[in-house]
């Protein structure tokens, strides 16, 4: 069963010079406990689906769905209350946490604000979440600035989970962080899931992270989606000339393979007031005339995997090599 679905969405920016498409038709649904991988490149348009998935940032259209419910108009009042299901994980933990704030008192700032829970209630959970991501009870009175990355992004986790939700969008979580400590908070937030039974919308750049903890993976070129399928499939038959270029990047430790980077050259299109064609054309090797002029649909080239690309359009397979 689908927790959260998404039909066409789009959000648009007012620049001077039109509008900037910064997720320009994006649809996809995501189960209930599953991990939902985002990757792209910078200025993708990653952040901005999440941010406009949990309005923080309202879509310019198509329509969003929770739990069956469709919550793409709302009003305060309705996406406040939305919050105690849907949350956020942002990608800085220092500049996320406020500095005036002590741990205890950022991660019981989510629960003064609903007002449902006495003050000997809230730190009791305060004090349970701190054990559950992994904050010794001893830093609760300690400020951000004191902390090392790896304790102040837990911090941000145990917010998140601090009104139990069922939905969490985790933007770029690890990215801030060195890889040591990378490997402990993504265990934990596998931990997590399995035992509070969260689904993920999990946001990142690295595709060995995503590979790791992903049960699908969506990738994004320019606000939109260019390949989606499971994880697995993705890494095993990689189809958009994009995903291939993305792949090529991720270091190997294994000085004897000799890896085949693949450079994307040319123009990056322009994502303000986009033409009609494909916005990887001008950097895509199998580039034609009519890349440029038609955008290419969303193809099912396997079951459950899609590719936006003309060279999978007529047959629904293709060999890019």
Known sequence: MSLVRVENLKKYFKVSGGWLHAVDGVTFSLDEGKTLGVVGESGCGKSTLGRTIVHLLESTGGEIFFDEQNITDLNNKAIKELRKD???????????????????????????????????????KVAELMDMVGIARRLANSYPHELDGGRRQRIGIARALSLDPKFIVCDEPVSALDVSIQAQILNLMQDLQESLGLTYMFITHDLSVVKHISDHILVMYLGEMVEMCEAKELFSNTCHPYTKALLSAIPVPDIDYASERILLRGEISSPVNPGPG???????????????????????????????????????AATVS
């Open 86 to 124: 849907m949350q956020i994980i942002f990608q800085d933990p220092f500049s996320s946490l406020n500095p005036k704030m002590t741990v205890s008192q950022c991660i019981a700032e989510p629960l003064r604000c609903f007002k449902t829970m006495s003050n000997d209630m809230i730190m009791q």
């Open 278 to 316: 494909c916005r990887f054309a001008p950097r895509c090797d199998y580039a034609t005339p009519a890349c440029f002029e038609k955008h290419p649909a969303f193809t099912e080239v396997t079951p459950g995997h899609f590719v936006s690309c003309h060279l999978y359009e007529k047959s629904g």
